[in-house]
């Protein structure tokens, strides 16, 4: 089998720019060729970037082509994935790749008939950072995680994104569209959710889009933007996690973990770098700087940014036959906390989360090294 595989980007909107700046970062992967519902987003991204400009149909045939990228809205990721998959091709889609149970499950089940391997965004989890914690967690530096905090809150969406309507439909939300890079940074770093309980609410009924080129247009508000939660995990820890896009300013940091023996302040699960400040019985060393990874180094506009790391290892596990890190099996445990979480904000009752996962094996530098060109 050659030594990479052909990607074809499905969804040329705000996000595939990143996928298609960093994938030459990675081995394993070339991406040759793009599409669009939108044929003209095709067009000018495969002409930015050197790709072929396909349609969707000539994507899903393209014979150079092994793995789709499913970079559409996620109101349509389960369908889009679902034809990748009976195109005979592997998918990895952005986040959430499914938005119940019954989606990830028939996906899995065609991937299985079919041999072929799905893989979902967040990577971010991959980062530097979240990897030292990792190795923290995991080496006992502040004993077991008893508890801790998650805060993801902002005033919303519609001052940056030009077409932020998806945000504010179900299948958005700070729940299922923050959410994956705060549960699954934390199920890979605690492993799986037992239970969950949650509130929710709206905090206005439509909101006014401040970005260009909609400035004026009004949207809708058809899913919660206020949710405060307690998940419950396996090992015992319970853990606060508030999501809200209806917060001008707050001074909460991004995740906290407490441990029997110390305390962890965990950098935004949102980005792959940042400061990892740690204490024992005493005051806070910040670490980050002393841990060598190849994911903490700024390398894209002064941040660390290694988006398709997910997907080079999926490319990678399956010439190398072994398992990915950004699996269905992961992401789907991450989707049934987050549409738990939901439905318990409806309901007012405490949620038993029905799956479960394997935590992703820890990427370590010389891992992250391996993964990088
Ligand atoms: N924008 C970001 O910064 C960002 C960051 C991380 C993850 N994501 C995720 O990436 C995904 C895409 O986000 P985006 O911001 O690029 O959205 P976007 O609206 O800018 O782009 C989506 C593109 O998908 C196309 N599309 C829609 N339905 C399609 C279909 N059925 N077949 C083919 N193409 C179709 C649209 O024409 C559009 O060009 C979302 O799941 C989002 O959560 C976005």
Known sequence: MS????????????ISAAYM????????????????INEAAAKARAEEFGLRAETVDGLLAASDIDIIVNLTVPAVHYEVSR???????????????????????????IAKEKGLRVGSAPDTF????????????DSDAIGKVTSGTCF????????????????????????????????????????????????????????????????????????????HAVMQFQS??????????????????????YGREGTLHVPDPNFFGGEVRMTDKGSFVTLSEAWQHPFSKANDR??????????ADMALGILENRPHRCSLEFALHVVDVMTSILASGESGTFIDIKTTCERPEALDPQAAKALLV
Not at 3 to 14: A, H, S
Not at 22 to 35: D, K
Not at 93 to 98: H, L, R, T
Not at 236 to 257: F, K, P, R
């Open 126 to 137: 991959l980062g530097g950072a979240h990897q030292l914690v990792r190795h923290l967690i």
């Open 236 to 257: 015992g820890a319970q853990i606060t996690y508030c999501a809200s896009w209806d917060v001008w300013q707050h001074g909460h940091s991004n995740m906290e973990l």
């Open 302 to 311: 002064g941040h660390a940014n290694y988006r398709t790391a997910g997907l």
């Open 83 to 109: 034809r990748v998959l009976e195109a005979g091709k592997h998918v990895y889609s952005e986040k959430p790749f499914v938005l119940s149970l019954e989606e990830g499950e028939a996906l899995a089940a």
């Open 3 to 14: 030594k990479t595989l052909g990607i074809g980007i499905l969804g040329c909107g705000n």
């Open 152 to 227: 993801v809150q902002s005033p919303g969406m519609e001052m940056w994104h030009p077409n932020p309507d998806f945000f504010f439909q179900p299948g958005g939300g700070p729940i299922l569209d923050l959410g994956p890079y705060y549960v699954s940074n934390l199920v890979q770093l605690l492993g799986p959710v037992k239970r969950v309980c949650a509130m929710s609410s709206s905090g206005s009924e439509y909101r006014t889009i401040t970005s260009q080129p909609r400035y004026g247009d009004k949207i809708k508000v058809e899913t919660p933007t206020t949710i």
């Open 21 to 36: 700046r960093l994938s030459p970062l990675f081995r394993g992967i070339e991406v040759r060729a793009c599409a669009d």
